[in-house]
């Protein structure tokens, strides 16, 4: 979308599964997809949060070193799942997050 500041099309894209878990009272196990450095795609077959809402999740990477991030739901497809972006992406986690997706993306 050209002049759009729509982070779900502004970084290249992981599709396939990663593990994660919504962080809370009691954390809650999730499924990712379409991962990038602008956000994800998260499964849900439940009622989506609201947009807007923020909270935080934590992803298994694949490198034996989890990423917790704060999160804000961009989009909702009730029935399937929701969008979100990152939020503040520290300059650490953002260097972590780009050295997982190089590495999947390498091993393709």
């Known amino acids: 979308m050209s002049g759009s500041s729509d982070d779900r099309r502004q970084h290249p894209r992981i599709a396939h599964p990663f593990d994660a878990f919504r962080l809370g009272v009691v954390d809650t196990p999730l499924t990712l997809y379409d991962l990038s450095l602008g956000g994800c795609f998260i ?3 439940h009622d989506p ?3 807007g809402r923020r909270f935080q999740i934590r992803i298994d990477l694949g490198n034996g070193e989890p990423l917790t991030l704060q999160v804000e739901v961009v989009f909702q497809n009730p ?3 929701y969008a979100v972006r990152f939020l503040d ?3 650490d986690a ?3 997050l780009e050295q997982a ?3 999947i ?4």
């Open 43 to 45: 499964n849900y077959f």
């Open 49 to 51: 949060p609201s947009v």
């Open 79 to 81: 029935g399937f799942g």
């Open 89 to 91: 992406l520290a300059d």
């Open 94 to 96: 953002r260097t972590s």
């Open 101 to 103: 997706l190089q590495r």
């Open 105 to 108: 993306a390498d091993e393709r």
